[in-house]
Nanobody
Framework: QVQLVESGGGLVQSGDSMRLSCAAS????????MGWFRQAPGKEREFVAT????????NYAHSVKGRFTISRDNAKNTVYLQMNSLKPEDTAVYYC????????????????WGQGTQVTVSS
């Protein structure tokens, strides 16, 4: 059984930075592509960022490109999302997800999901 546990969410002001972490169980973490998704109130869950198993390939949603950075530490079974220049429209529950294979920007391809962490950005 694979478990993903997000942490690092909270309340920040517009323009601030925040780093989310997602700790994964399982001995094969280094073979998974990892993704971050988010869901704002009243909206569908949307893609934020993804990284390949090695971390060499990354992909971002247009809305966060240049502000957010996804990274991973395979020795710690952890993936991170560094969020800079946060905006009120970044307010959402953020989820990490894992899949075997390529890093894809669509939630339907991901097998394992965390429970989510709330990020609130005040104006």
């Amino acid at each position: 059984q694979v478990q993903l546990v997000e942490s690092g969410g909270g309340l920040v002001q517009s323009g601030d930075s925040m780093r989310l972490s997602c700790a994964a169980s399982g001995r094969t973490f280094s073979s998974w592509a990892m993704g971050w998704f988010r869901q704002a109130p009243g909206k569908e869950r949307e893609f934020v960022a993804t990284t390949s198993s090695s971390g060499e390939i990354t992909n971002y949603a247009h809305s966060v490109k240049g502000r957010f950075t996804i990274s991973r530490d395979n020795a710690k079974n952890t993936v991170y999302l560094q969020m800079n220049s946060l905006k009120p429209e970044d307010t959402a529950v953020y989820y990490c997800a894992a899949r075997e294979g390529r890093p894809l920007p669509r939630e339907g391809y991901y097998t394992y999901w965390g429970q989510g962490t709330q990020v609130t950005v005040s104006s």
